[in-house]
């Protein structure tokens, strides 16, 4: 098999006295979802900003691409190639849907010290804004104040920004959390679509979701991997089912 | 409700009218006033950009504005008295010259912000607020004790700087001056909040992480604004040394740089007329409840609390719908 796309060895954080996560290596290919699951406090989200660079990793390392990532800045991993969405939507409330979701494509452009010329007037940056708004379908939605989108459009905001970013690998939070079903049905739709453009890796308690995505499941407790393999040999595995699917 | 965009120019409109209204009828005290006003707009402006786009509050902008005015100060005083800047290794004489002067206070007003925000932008909040005022006091301290230039009693010019072809002297003239910078400033800034600088500074202040989701170096952006923003308001205080021709410690003071704050909130935070507005209603209920009373910063203080309590987009989020997001 070829190389992995992102690939985590060993990472280690604690806080204080507490393990937040113990020796997780993880992996993704080309064209998968990789899941992360585990109860609340496995050290899920830990280690999503260990990998994306927002928290430092006492040990371990990342690679992107085969690069060494480890100690890169967030904004680094970022342009080179990191997609990341958020559990809590991270959004500037007070700014139109296109504006959130242009100042993803010129994040992505690395044309950051632009002082004059209006960016809603490029016309590049805006078609690529506006279409990564089309596919998770808030195209008609541009011009609205992002603070008045419902709980399921700020999600769809969270992946269109991360698209604009046209990145190696998307990073995902738990993106159908809050969600209805009908919404999760169609983020689960379009996830399965979206692992053409870069794989995912995905953190989700919708188990349903989960087992329509994904290749591969890690299972985490306790910031430790628990088990991780393809997502059918997972779903039967015993011990899993009944601490965390509640099917035992 | 009227257009954002209608009230700015009818703003405008006044600031310009005023003045040569004065002049036609012969009051130059109302045209030193309307300048006074364009000049502390200007360097509110240049806060704005740091405390309404940047979101972070600065409380020690008068260590920009002081700059300026000593800029000014010690160029101007070496040149009417004929004593040489630097004479080693280089030989540099002081000016008479406003556009010389307003370069130099750009170029050392922007050196200060690197080095103040390189420092304060390691911090937030209260802590950022407390450091950027101690850089100040730091600053007002310094002048107090630097008697080769006045110490205590400042530096008086005897005659203003020069601009060619003008007569500086002339309130009028000077006015147009400083309402023409002030235009400039106010062009480049309303440029510069749409650019893809502005939107990313816009966005920083919103969710610091989403800015480095996207790629973006959180500090650089902060210590861009806030070099930007000290600049401007350094080549204020130029300009206010320039209109009373004396420049003193006080323009270090906090309660200058807590004016400028002042500013803002009255004509709407983060707004590019914001604080234009701000500063022509702070010179005029100065000039007009000051005359009757002492006690006019209660007066004030009850103005702010209205403003403050009805939201925070000052007068103009009074009287204006937000414009909608054309292209
Ligand atoms: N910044 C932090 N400081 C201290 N403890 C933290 C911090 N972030 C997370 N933790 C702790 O680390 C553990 C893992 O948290 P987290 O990664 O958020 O779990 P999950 O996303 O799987 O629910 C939890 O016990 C949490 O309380
Ligand atoms: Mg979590």
Redesign the pocket.
């Known amino acids: 098999m070829n190389n992995p796309v992102l690939e985590a060895n060993k990472l280690c954080k604690t806080?204080?006295s507490?393990v937040?996560?113990q020796d997780v290596s993880i992996d993704i290919y080309k064209e998968e979802i990789h899941a992360v699951i585990?109860?609340?406090?496995?050290?899920?989200?830990?280690?999503i900003s260990q990998i994306c660079g927002s928290l430092s990793s006492d040990k371990g390392s990342v690679f992107l691409l085969g690069k060494d990532i480890t100690n890169l800045p967030t904004e680094k991993r970022a342009s080179l190639g990191i997609g990341r969405t958020f559990?809590i939507s991270a959004l500037s409330k007070e700014d139109t849907v296109l504006e959130n979701a242009i100042l993803g494509s010129v994040g992505a452009s690395g044309k950051h010290w632009k002082f004059f010329n209006p960016v809603l007037k490029n016309s590049i940056l805006r078609d690529e804004a506006e279409y990564c708004l089309e596919i998770v379908g808030l195209k008609d939605l541009i011009n609205l104040k992002t603070a008045t989108l419902s709980h399921g459009q700020l999600r769809l905001l969270e992946v269109a920004v991360a698209l604009t970013l046209k990145p190696k690998v998307f990073i995902m939070?738990e993106p159908m959390a809050g969600l209805g079903s009908d919404g999760t049905k169609q983020l689960t739709e379009f996830l399965d679509k979206l692992r053409e453009r870069a794989p995912i890796l995905l953190?989700e308690h919708d188990m349903d979701a989960v087992f329509a995505l994904a290749n591969r499941i890690t299972v985490?407790d306790y910031?430790r991997i628990i088990a991780s393999d393809k997502a059918s040999s997972i779903k039967k595995d015993p011990e899993v089912q009944k601490a965390y699917l509640g099917e035992g | 409700m009227i257009k954002e965009s209608h009230l700015n120019i009818f703003v405008l409109g006044l600031l310009i009218f005023v003045p040569f209204f004065a002049y036609w009828n012969d009051q130059p005290f109302t045209i030193t006033l309307m300048t006074r006003a364009v000049i502390f707009a200007i360097a509110a402006v240049g806060l704005n950009l740091a405390l309404g786009i940047g979101g972070f509050i600065s409380f020690g902008h008068a260590a920009f504005f002081g700059l300026g005015g000593y800029v000014m100060g010690i160029l101007a005083w070496h040149s009417q008295n004929y004593v040489t800047l630097v004479e080693w290794p280089i030989l540099i004489e002081g000016t008479k010259s406003m556009p010389i002067i307003w370069i130099i206070t750009i170029a050392a007003s922007a050196f200060l912000a690197a080095i103040i925000g390189m420092i304060s932008l390691k911090t937030t909040g209260v802590y950022f607020i407390m450091i950027t005022l101690a850089f100040a006091q730091m600053m007002y301290y310094f002048s107090t004790s630097w008697s080769a230039y006045g110490g205590e009693d400042g530096l008086s010019i005897y005659v203003r700087n020069n601009f060619p072809g003008l007569n500086t002297l002339d309130p009028i003239q000077f006015f147009s001056i400083c309402c023409v910078i002030l235009l400039i400033v106010l062009f480049f800034m309303g440029r510069l909040i749409k650019s893809p600088f502005g939107l990313a500074l816009n966005a920083s202040r919103q969710s610091r992480q989403r800015i480095e989701a996207v790629g973006f170096d959180f500090h650089k952006l902060q210590l861009t604004a806030f070099i930007l923003s000290g600049a401007i308001t350094g080549l204020s205080g130029a300009l206010f040394a320039d209109l009373n021709r004396f420049v003193s410690p006080s323009m270090f003071s906090w309660q200058l740089s807590g004016e400028f704050i002042v500013f803002i909130i009255i004509g709407g935070v983060g707004r590019l007329f914001g604080p234009v507005i701000g500063a022509l209603i702070f010179v005029w209920l100065e000039h007009l409840i000051g005359g009757i009373s002492d006690y006019w910063h209660i007066f004030l203080g009850f103005i702010l609390l209205a403003i403050v309590l009805f939201g925070k987009g000052g007068i103009i989020g009074l009287l204006s719908r937000e414009d909608a997001q054309h292209e």
């Open positions: 806080f204080g507490l937040a996560v585990g109860p609340n406090g496995a050290g899920k989200s830990t280690l559990q939070d953190v985490l910031g």
